[in-house]
């Protein structure tokens, strides 16, 4: 820390909030906050005789608690920058701070809030993660038990650096416990909280256990676990290690900690699956292995950088595999636990990688980007007009639109990444997508259904996931009927409700619309502005004339080819019983009605040039 604070092209903004971002790859504004310290910074050496005549102590944060702090103080002895900071939401106003830095002067009460306004090329998203609190699992009496600590407590507690200079004592009595129940997968694994593994819990709680083992041989450790989880280099050695040391492993999960009111001590209530039975250990203390979760401001910074999440809550990669350290938001990346939980060895790798991808757009005088974006045409667009609407804005999920009244939409090209929702989205058609326009698209249309239409389903295919479920299905040898046929977009968010109302007036038997998985989505959000989107077919379908029936809305990923099959299998099945004079007859039927509700669109410049979109009669005569 301290070289990256001595570097000539490193400058650290420290006691600072991220308040706004725009711009794109290479061209980011970053407004940044810094607040006041009521210390200068040039003027504070770092001696701390400030802290030392300060009267007031609260709860140490950095100490978890367990220690006090001055009301001006730093977070600790190896802050970089160490500078002092003056807590004002406990402060007295006693000046005595002031006389303790004498001819320094590094005291200001009348510091304000500064803002900074930043041009950066790219930025590295490496805010790391909270602990789970255990308190919201009484059975555990975190919080009611001076003696159940959690495992960041313990690390306090046994620093040579922490409030106790490294002598492990119980918060209850001062007294040098000489027993301990170590409790594993606390808020993790556990479908009331956290479903996901935390990953280096197992081993900092061997660790911690060796640690204090080698500082006192005859201490008794416990740990109970469902699944000891060792998978990286040396880690099954390690654990190895800890059992020949004669730390105790249990396996099965605690149901109840009490507590004797006289000793204190700790009761702990559990199921030796080993043994197929219910045991009870008495130990002077419990460790808590509590998960990681995501920051709390997680979801604030997504919306500021427009990032998509995981169900667990964590920032979601581009792509888990090709593109690990990328983020959704070109420009953006993503290192450590930021991104989902790992240790330290996994943080440094994908920080070095973070900087290596981000040091490939510093390098580059321009950055190419992909052509399929979306374009608006200003005559068409209502917003031009002095009307509100801005529902194009509200599906980009890249925040590559703005919208103002008077004046058309905007699209930034260099943030747009071509989902397409803005274009089906659009009331009006006045925004098309390069490469699938709508006329491209009916174009297809018209070719596909140009012999035998009612015969045939028309499959919507998103190009990442749906679209290479249908390739898998072939690579994989998977039988499925030869009555489909598939038109790939970029996102099933470009799946209009007219593409499917156009391929039904066409006479198409059945229609597929298919996309991603909601957590899989390439386009952050493309998906679930789809769903919403399609929610609303079936009952459009009946206004309409046709039989809910002959559509279908799947999600598939590129690794379900057997699904593909399956959904097209049961799609024919489904077809070949409808009567085909019936069937004709309701399309018939459905075709005015249809062609009138369609009108506007096929009316649209932005239609003109590539297909005649007259339907033609005698195609189902």
């Given at each position: ?123 590295i998203m490496a805010t790391g993660f909270d602990n789970f609190d255990p308190t919201v699992i009484p059975e555990y009496g975190f919080g009611r038990y001076p003696n159940v600590i959690t495992a960041m407590e313990m690390e306090r507690l046994a620093n040579s650096a922490g409030p106790t200079v490294g002598k492990l004592m119980r918060p209850s009595d001062g007294r040098v416990p000489k027993s301990l129940a170590i409790i594993q997968c606390v808020g993790s694994r556990d479908k009331r909280f956290n479903e996901y593994c935390s990953g280096f819990c197992c081993m900092y709680a061997i660790k911690n ?413």
């Amino acid at each position: 820390m301290v070289d990256a604070a001595r570097h000539p092209q490193v400058e650290i903004i420290s006691y600072a909030e991220v308040d706004r971002v725009d711009g794109y790859i290479g061209n980011f504004r970053v407004q940044v906050t810094k607040k006041p310290r009521y210390v200068k910074m040039d003027l504070c050496t770092g001696c701390g005789e400030c802290a030392a005549v300060c009267p007031i102590e609260v709860p140490n944060d950095f100490e978890l608690g367990l220690a006090p702090r001055k009301a001006i103080d730093v977070p600790h002895g190896q802050s970089v920058p160490l500078i002092y900071a003056i807590d004002m939401d406990h402060c007295i106003h006693c000046y005595q701070c002031v006389t303790a830095c004498g001819k320094r002067d590094a005291i200001d009460f009348g510091m304000e809030p500064e803002v900074l306004d930043l041009e950066v090329g790219s930025i590295i998203m490496a805010t790391g993660f909270d602990n789970f609190d255990p308190t919201v699992i009484p059975e555990y009496g975190f919080g009611r038990y001076p003696n159940v600590i959690t495992a960041m407590e313990m690390e306090r507690l046994a620093n040579s650096a922490g409030p106790t200079v490294g002598k492990l004592m119980r918060p209850s009595d001062g007294r040098v416990p000489k027993s301990l129940a170590i409790i594993q997968c606390v808020g993790s694994r556990d479908k009331r909280f956290n479903e996901y593994c935390s990953g280096f819990c197992c081993m900092y709680a061997i660790k911690n256990a060796m640690l204090l083992k080698q500082a006192d041989h005859e201490m008794d450790i416990s740990i109970y676990y469902m699944d000891i989880r060792t998978p990286s280099k040396g880690y099954e050695e390690f654990y190895n290690r800890a059992r020949e040391m004669g730390i105790r492993f249990i396996h099965g999960r605690p149901s109840q900690i009490s507590q004797d009111p006289e000793t204190h001590n700790l009761i702990v209530l559990a199921e030796d699956q080993e043994i197929g039975e219910v045991i009870e250990l008495e130990t002077d203390m419990v460790m808590l292995s509590a998960a990681a979760i995501p920051r709390l401001d997680t979801d604030e910074m997504a919306s500021k950088l427009a990032l998509s999440r995981s169900p667990s809550g964590f920032f979601m990669e581009y792509h888990p595999k090709l593109r690990p350290v990328d983020s959704p938001t070109d420009g953006v990346f993503l290192a450590g636990a930021a991104q989902g939980p790992k240790d330290i060895p996994a943080s440094v790798a994908q920080g070095s990688a973070a900087a290596s991808r981000a040091a490939r757009v510093l390098s580059q005088d321009t950055w190419e980007i992909e052509p399929v974006i979306a374009s608006v045409n200003a005559e068409l667009c209502i917003s031009a007009q002095g009307k509100k609407c801005g529902l194009c804005a509200k599906a980009c999920p890249y925040g590559a639109i703005t919208v103002e009244v008077g004046q058309p939409a905007v699209i930034t090209a260099a943030k747009c990444h071509g989902c397409g929702g803005c274009a089906a989205e659009c009331p009006h058609n006045a925004i098309t997508q390069d490469h699938f326009t709508d006329a491209q698209m009916v174009a297809q249309l018209d070719a596909l259904l140009a012999d035998k239409p009612e015969e045939k389903i028309i499959a919507f295919m998103c190009h990442w996931c749906s679209y290479g479920g249908a390739d898998n299905a072939g690579t994989s040898h998977f039988e499925y009927p030869a009555s489909s046929r598939g038109l790939r977009v970029m996102c099933s968010a470009r799946m209009d409700e007219d593409f499917v109302l156009e391929a039904f007036r066409r006479g198409a038997g059945m229609v597929l619309v298919s996309g991603c998985h909601p957590q899989d989505c390439h386009y952050i959000t493309g998906q679930q502005v789809a769903a919403k989107r399609f929610s609303r077919m079936e009952r459009l379908l009946q206004r309409v004339g046709i039989n809910p029936e002959r559509f279908r809305l799947e999600w598939i990923s590129a690794a379900e080819g057997d699904k593909y099959a399956r959904v097209i299998t049961e799609m024919d099945a489904k077809l070949k019983s409808f009567d085909r004079e019936a069937l004709l007859a309701e399309t018939l039927a459905a075709r005015p009605i249809i062609g009138k509700r369609l009108a506007r669109w096929k009316a649209s410049p932005l239609m003109a040039g590539l297909v005649p979109l007259e339907a033609t009669e005698e195609v189902l005569a």
